[in-house]
């Protein structure tokens, strides 16, 4: 157990739709990353907050968005969803903005019918 | 451009073999990172190992070891008497400090199956 929390588990729903996944970091990490893995994208950076401000973008889509709150949780918004967003989305962690090692929870797989 | 190149897609040993998992980075600073996750069937992603550009000591953790080369860009890291746990999917990553972002650029992926 990585100390990363993301809820939901498992997400299905339809083309048009918005969702919400919720990440909570390991206990005292100030910076949260999210990550999509696709079968043919692979492991993709999508954004990275650390301490309520957002540091980096990755290839995220405009349909997305996220936030990290004063407590440090994170959400990462999907909206206008389409087939091609089915995929297993992470959330990690680390100390600081530096390059420590980030640890992973255990991803949230959205399917999108 | 692929920072990460993992040219094994799978590999299948029997148990109590060794695995050595390739990875070879490209990058044009001096300061970086390089990391082994793993990513078993239960899908999530562990790490394993950090090393950063300054040190290329090679160590040994357990069955774990790595061999990290900056003259050949490379970072293989070598499961040795595999057992069946050890399947999962490996993954080589980079971390770049001078673009002042910290994000993981990851390899496709290796696939490791150790039979019983």
Do not use: M
């Not at chain 2, 993954?91 to 039979?115: H, I, M, W």
């Amino acid at each position: 157990d990585s100390g990363v929390t993301q809820t939901p588990k498992h997400l299905i729903t339809a083309t048009g739709q918005r969702v919400t996944l919720r990440c909570s970091p390991r206990s005292g990490d100030l910076s949260v990353y999210w990550y999509q893995q696709s079968l043919d994208q692979g492991l993709q950076f999508l954004i990275q907050y650390y301490n309520g401000e957002e540091r980096a973008k990755g290839n995220i889509l405009e349909r997305f968005s996220a936030q990290q709150f004063p407590d440090l949780h994170s959400e990462l918004n999907l909206s206008s969803l389409e087939l091609g967003d089915s995929a297993l989305y992470f959330c990690a962690s680390s100390v600081a903005e530096a390059t420590y090692e980030q640890y992973f929870g255990p991803g949230t797989r959205l399917t999108v019918t | 451009a692929q920072k990460v190149t993992q040219a094994q897609t799978e590999i299948s040993v029997v148990e109590k073999e060794d695995v050595t998992l390739d990875c070879v980075y490209e990058t044009r600073d001096t300061t970086y990172y390089l990391f082994w996750y793993k990513q078993p069937p239960s899908g999530e992603l562990v790490f394993l190992i950090r090393r950063n550009s300054f040190d290329e000591q090679n160590e040994i953790s357990g069955r774990y070891s790595w061999n990290f080369q900056k003259s050949t860009s490379s970072f293989n890291f070598t499961i040795t008497a595999s057992q069946v746990v050890d399947s999962a999917v490996y993954f080589c990553a980079l971390s770049e400090a001078a673009l002042n972002d910290y994000k993981l650029s990851f390899g496709a992926g290796t696939t490791v199956t150790v039979r019983a």
